[in-house]
T-cell receptor, first 115, second 115 residues
Framework: AQSVTQLGSHVSVSEGALVLLRCNYS??????LFWYVQYPNQGLQLLLK??????LVKGINGFEAEFKKSETSFHLTKPSAHMSDAAEYFC?????????????FGTGTRLQVTL | SAVISQKPSRDICQRGTSLTIQCQVD?????MFWYRQQPGQSLTLIAT?????????ESGFVIDKFPISRPNLTFSTLTVSNMSPEDSSIYLC????????????FGSGTRLTVV
């Protein structure tokens, strides 16, 4: 079974500082990997996804993530945090199947951005 | 990408009663996924619903508690039966019309409070 582990349930950064949210995956086959963001009292929004050979994936709002097979990691980064980035971030994994592939979520990381 | 209309958006229910949540997709999809997000927690897959067959439930979830209907390729319902306060959660449906590599679309969620 596939799974993801998000290290750090809470991360606090200063505005303008680097954001680094960690995600490690476990999968017996090459997976698809996703990062979602959930703002307070809102639904899930896809930030980015890894599905192909391009290991550095750029997403929305200045976020990017790098797939490292040797480290089984897919960490999310943003060079400069904004106050509007404060939200819950979820890493998720699925197999490379079709429309029946299940998406499994990590436990989430709450990002706090301070002045 | 697909658009999902989920209803109701929120409800407050008495313990012992049942609530049926509806998800309507604007395109035909093979599978629909139902998730639960308990307060402050991540998303947990409840079941996968395939049109024309019984839903497949994940460990810890049973049909008697969470009956699912999937009458056609664009619609599904999830019922939360004999509710208790522990069922207070956000319930979401999701689809991946073109397969996992193209991403998943989520409904806006149903925020359920059981009193």
């Amino acid at each position: 079974a596939q799974s993801v582990t998000q290290l750090g349930s809470h991360v606090s950064v200063s505005e303008g500082a680097l954001v680094l949210l960690r995600c490690n995956y476990s999968s017996s086959v090459p997976p698809y990997l996703f990062w979602y963001v959930q703002y307070p009292n809102q639904g899930l929004q896809l930030l980015l996804k890894y599905t192909s050979a391009a290991t550095l994936v750029k997403g929305i709002n200045g976020f990017e993530a790098e797939f490292k097979k040797s480290e089984t990691s897919f960490h999310l980064t943003k060079p400069s945090a904004h106050m509007s980035d404060a939200a819950e971030y979820f890493c998720a994994v699925s197999d490379r199947g079709g429309t029946a592939s299940k998406l499994t979520f990590g436990t989430g990381t709450r990002l706090q951005v301070t002045l | 990408s697909a658009v999902i209309s989920q209803k109701p958006s929120r409800d407050i229910c008495q313990r012992g009663t049942s609530l049926t949540i509806q998800c309507q997709v604007d395109s035909q999809v093979t599978m629909m996924f139902w998730y639960r997000q308990q307060p402050g927690q991540s998303l947990t897959l409840i079941a996968t619903a395939n049109q024309g067959s019984e839903a497949t439930y994940e460990s810890g979830f049973v049909i008697d508690k969470f009956p699912i209907s999937r009458p056609n390729l664009t619609f599904s319902t999830l019922t939360v039966s004999n509710m208790s306060p522990e069922d207070s959660s956000i319930y979401l449906c999701s689809v991946t019309p073109q397969g996992a590599g193209y991403g998943y679309t989520f409904g806006s969620g149903t925020r359920l409070t059981v009193v």
